[in-house]
Nanobody
Framework: QVRLVESGGGLVQAGGSLRLSCAASGSVSSINIMGWYRQPPGKQRELVAAISSGGSTNYAESVKGRFTISRDNAKNTVYLQMNSLKPEDTAVYYC?????????WGQGTQVTVSS
């Protein structure tokens, strides 16, 4: 079993920055993908960014150039640096880990961007 714990959400003004963290614990494989999804109010959950254990990254078009995903494999932790935040970035952000044939979700952290 794998447990994911997110932190770093909060309220920020448009144009500001936040950094999310997600720490994985338990039976974490050295080969995995970690990523961030978000679910805006009344909308479906969507992929924001993902990073493999080898460092390959993937971003949603809406966040390219503003968000940066990174990870510390020694700490089994993934980060999401969010810059130039917009009100439309307001959502609950969820961490996800894929390994073998299983995936795991964090509990979510709220990010609110005021205009």
């Amino acid at each position: 079993q794998v447990r994911l714990v997110e932190s770093g959400g909060g309220l920020v003004q448009a144009g500001g920055s936040l950094r999310l963290s997600c720490a994985a614990s338990g039976s974490v494989s050295s080969i995995n993908i970690m990523g961030w999804y978000r679910q805006p109010p009344g909308k479906q959950r969507e992929l924001v960014a993902a990073i493999s254990s080898g460092g390959s990254t993937n971003y949603a078009e809406s966040v390219k150039g503003r968000f940066t995903i990174s990870r510390d494999n020694a700490k089994n932790t993934v980060y999401l640096q969010m810059n130039s935040l917009k009100p439309e970035d307001t959502a609950v952000y969820y961490c996800k880990l894929w390994q073998a044939l299983q995936n795991y979700w964090g509990q979510g952290t709220q990010v609110t961007v005021s205009s």
